[in-house]
């Protein structure tokens, strides 16, 4: 059984900074892609990051390209650095694991594994 766990969000003003982390366990995850998707109010959720172990790719949706920087310090395990957070960012953001090749990594449909979430809120 495979179980995503995230932490890191949190509060914060705008322009303010949050690292969020997730940790995938009960199986390993050489080959898979790592992401994080995002479901604000009244939304529907959206691809936010994504990254192949190694260095072999990574994606960042448009709306928060040159802010936020995803990593892959190990195979199993992937932060999200967010920075110059804005109110239109605030939403309960997803780690997920995708472990097919042939998808877009930017279709949740494409992931198999999920992770219950993490509340970011950004203030004006």
């Known amino acids: 059984q495979v179980q995503l766990v995230e932490s890191g969000g949190g509060t914060v003003q705008a322009g303010g900074s949050l690292r969020l982390s997730c940790t995938a366990s009960g199986r390993t995850f050489i080959w898979y892609t790592m992401g994080w998707f995002r479901r604000a109010p009244g939304k529907e959720r959206e691809f936010v990051a994504a990254?192949?172990?190694?260095?072999?790719?990574i994606s960042y949706a448009d709306s928060v390209k040159g802010r936020c920087t995803i990593a892959r310090p190990t195979v199993a395990n992937t932060l999200l650095q967010m920075n110059s957070l804005k109110p239109e960012d605030t939403a309960v953001y997803y780690c997920?694991?995708?472990?097919?090749?042939?998808?877009?990594?930017?279709?949740?449909?494409?992931?198999?594994?999920w992770g219950q979430g993490t509340q970011v809120t950004v203030s004006s």
């Open positions: 997920a694991v995708m472990t097919k090749t042939g998808t877009t990594v930017t279709n949740s449909l494409g992931y198999d594994y």
């Open positions: 990254i192949r172990p190694g260095a072999l790719g």
